[in-house]
Nanobody, 116 residues
Framework: QVQLEESGGGLVQPGGSLRLSCTTS????????MGWYRQAPGKQRLQVAG??????PNYEYSVKDRFTISRDGSKAVYLQMTSLKAEDPAVYYC???????????WGRGTQVTVSS
């Protein structure tokens, strides 16, 4: 089974940028889906951005034009976040699926804090 390790979270001022990285290990299976979710305290975990192996990226409406997802095959997935806002702080989780109907594998999460 694939393991995921996120990095790149931290504290940033409003309007700042961060780049999250998620690297995979433990499996050579091609991953159909790779993406990022976030969960703020007391809220649901929701997809921020996702990308399938054969499709275009898709974004949650509030981050479109500010965040960019990219992937390096099935080895890694990245989330470039710019113009960070007060509503962006959350724990950001890397997520992958081997097939469209298969279960999600989660990373442990990385905290993003936006504060002046």
């Amino acid at each position: 089974q694939v393991q995921l390790e996120e990095s790149g979270g931290g504290l940033v001022q409003p309007g700042g940028s961060l780049r999250l990285s998620c690297t995979t290990s433990g499996s050579t299976t091609q991953l159909y889906y790779m993406g990022w979710y976030r969960q703020a305290p007391g809220k649901q975990r929701l997809q921020v951005a996702g990308m399938t192996i054969d499709g275009s990226p898709n974004y949650e409406y509030s981050v479109k034009d500010r965040f960019t997802i990219s992937r390096d095959g099935s080895k890694a997935v990245y989330l470039q976040m710019t113009s960070l806002k007060a509503e962006d702080p959350a724990v950001y989780y890397c997520a992958t699926k081997e097939t469209w109907t298969g279960p999600i594998t989660w990373g442990r999460g990385t905290q993003v804090t936006v504060s002046s």
